[in-house]
Protein backbone atom coordinates (compact mmCIF):
# COMPACT_ATOMS: atom_id res chain seq x y z
CA UNK A 1 0.00 0.00 0.00
CA UNK A 2 1.45 3.51 -0.74
CA UNK A 3 0.04 6.76 1.02
CA UNK A 4 -0.54 9.55 -1.48
CA UNK A 5 -0.90 13.32 -0.47
CA UNK A 6 -2.27 15.81 -2.75
CA UNK A 7 -1.69 19.57 -3.25
CA UNK A 8 -1.58 22.58 -5.37
CA UNK A 9 -5.00 23.30 -5.57
CA UNK A 10 -6.66 26.62 -4.94
CA UNK A 11 -9.11 29.16 -7.13
CA UNK A 12 -8.00 30.69 -10.47
CA UNK A 13 -9.22 32.33 -13.28
CA UNK A 14 -9.92 30.93 -16.79
CA UNK A 15 -7.05 30.59 -18.65
CA UNK A 16 -4.93 30.38 -15.69
CA UNK A 17 -2.73 27.24 -14.13
CA UNK A 18 -2.15 25.21 -11.65
CA UNK A 19 0.18 22.86 -10.44
CA UNK A 20 -0.96 20.10 -8.69
CA UNK A 21 1.72 17.53 -6.67
CA UNK A 22 1.15 13.94 -5.50
CA UNK A 23 3.50 13.11 -2.49
CA UNK A 24 3.67 9.27 -1.90
CA UNK A 25 5.11 7.62 0.68
CA UNK A 26 5.17 3.98 1.83
CA UNK A 27 5.91 1.09 -0.56
CA UNK A 28 8.56 1.96 -3.54
CA UNK A 29 7.28 4.70 -5.47
CA UNK A 30 8.54 3.79 -8.48
CA UNK A 31 6.77 0.32 -8.64
CA UNK A 32 3.71 1.92 -9.44
CA UNK A 33 1.81 3.26 -11.84
CA UNK A 34 -0.15 6.57 -11.54
CA UNK A 35 -3.54 8.27 -12.48
CA UNK A 36 -5.35 11.79 -11.88
CA UNK A 37 -8.79 11.72 -11.47
CA UNK A 38 -11.31 14.44 -10.96
CA UNK A 39 -14.77 14.66 -9.73
CA UNK A 40 -16.81 17.08 -10.48
CA UNK A 41 -20.37 18.43 -7.78
CA UNK A 42 -22.93 16.22 -9.50
CA UNK A 43 -21.00 14.02 -11.66
CA UNK A 44 -19.32 10.63 -11.40
CA UNK A 45 -15.14 10.64 -11.23
CA UNK A 46 -13.53 10.96 -14.44
CA UNK A 47 -9.75 10.19 -15.63
CA UNK A 48 -7.91 12.39 -16.43
CA UNK A 49 -3.86 11.35 -16.97
CA UNK A 50 -1.85 8.62 -16.29
CA UNK A 51 2.15 7.67 -15.92
CA UNK A 52 3.48 4.29 -16.47
CA UNK A 53 6.45 4.06 -13.68
CA UNK A 54 9.13 4.76 -15.96
CA UNK A 55 7.59 8.29 -17.14
CA UNK A 56 7.99 7.02 -20.41
CA UNK A 57 4.31 6.48 -21.67
CA UNK A 58 1.20 8.87 -20.82
CA UNK A 59 -2.25 9.17 -21.47
CA UNK A 60 -4.95 12.09 -21.37
CA UNK A 61 -8.40 11.97 -20.97
CA UNK A 62 -9.52 14.02 -24.72
CA UNK A 63 -11.08 16.87 -22.61
CA UNK A 64 -7.77 18.32 -20.97
CA UNK A 65 -5.18 16.56 -24.12
CA UNK A 66 -2.89 19.77 -25.33
CA UNK A 67 -3.78 21.60 -21.88
CA UNK A 68 -2.45 19.34 -19.36
CA UNK A 69 0.89 17.84 -18.34
CA UNK A 70 1.12 14.62 -16.29
CA UNK A 71 5.21 13.98 -15.06
CA UNK A 72 6.66 12.05 -12.44
CA UNK A 73 9.78 12.47 -10.22
CA UNK A 74 10.79 9.08 -8.93
CA UNK A 75 13.62 10.85 -6.48
CA UNK A 76 10.96 12.85 -4.83
CA UNK A 77 8.30 10.23 -5.01
CA UNK A 78 6.26 12.77 -6.07
CA UNK A 79 3.62 13.17 -9.26
CA UNK A 80 2.46 16.41 -10.72
CA UNK A 81 -0.52 17.70 -12.70
CA UNK A 82 0.40 20.60 -15.05
CA UNK A 83 -2.65 22.28 -15.84
CA UNK A 84 -2.85 24.95 -18.22
CA UNK A 85 -5.59 26.91 -20.20
CA UNK A 86 -8.06 26.03 -17.66
CA UNK A 87 -11.29 26.11 -17.89
CA UNK A 88 -14.37 26.71 -15.72
CA UNK A 89 -15.30 23.44 -16.95
CA UNK A 90 -12.21 22.07 -15.26
CA UNK A 91 -13.79 22.42 -11.66
CA UNK A 92 -13.50 19.86 -9.62
CA UNK A 93 -11.39 18.25 -7.03
CA UNK A 94 -8.47 16.50 -8.12
CA UNK A 95 -7.39 12.70 -7.00
CA UNK A 96 -4.05 11.07 -7.31
CA UNK A 97 -4.22 7.37 -7.28
CA UNK A 98 -1.59 4.32 -7.31
CA UNK A 99 -1.54 0.98 -9.56
CA UNK A 100 0.32 -1.72 -9.29
CA UNK A 101 0.50 -1.74 -12.91
CA UNK A 102 -0.06 1.00 -15.69
CA UNK A 103 -4.31 1.17 -15.76
CA UNK A 104 -4.75 3.99 -17.99
CA UNK A 105 -8.16 5.14 -17.39
CA UNK A 106 -9.56 2.37 -15.12
CA UNK A 107 -10.34 3.40 -11.51
CA UNK A 108 -11.27 0.44 -9.94
CA UNK A 109 -7.32 -1.02 -10.74
CA UNK A 110 -5.79 1.67 -9.12
CA UNK A 111 -6.09 0.88 -5.37
CA UNK A 112 -4.51 3.39 -3.94
CA UNK A 113 -6.05 7.01 -3.61
CA UNK A 114 -5.33 10.30 -1.69
CA UNK A 115 -7.80 12.56 0.01
CA UNK A 116 -8.09 14.92 -3.16
CA UNK A 117 -7.37 18.33 -3.68
CA UNK A 118 -10.07 21.19 -4.85
CA UNK A 119 -9.48 23.18 -7.86
CA UNK A 120 -12.02 26.11 -8.65
CA UNK A 121 -11.69 28.07 -11.85
CA UNK A 122 -13.39 31.51 -12.04
CA UNK A 123 -14.90 32.57 -15.71
Known amino acids: QVQLVESGGGLVQAGGSLRLSCAAS????????MGWFRQAPGKERAFVAAIRWSGGSTSYADSVKGRFTISRDNAKNTVYLQMNSLKPDDTAVYYC????????????????WGQGTQVTVSS
Open 26 to 33: GRTFTSYA
Open 97 to 112: AASSYYSGSISRYYAD
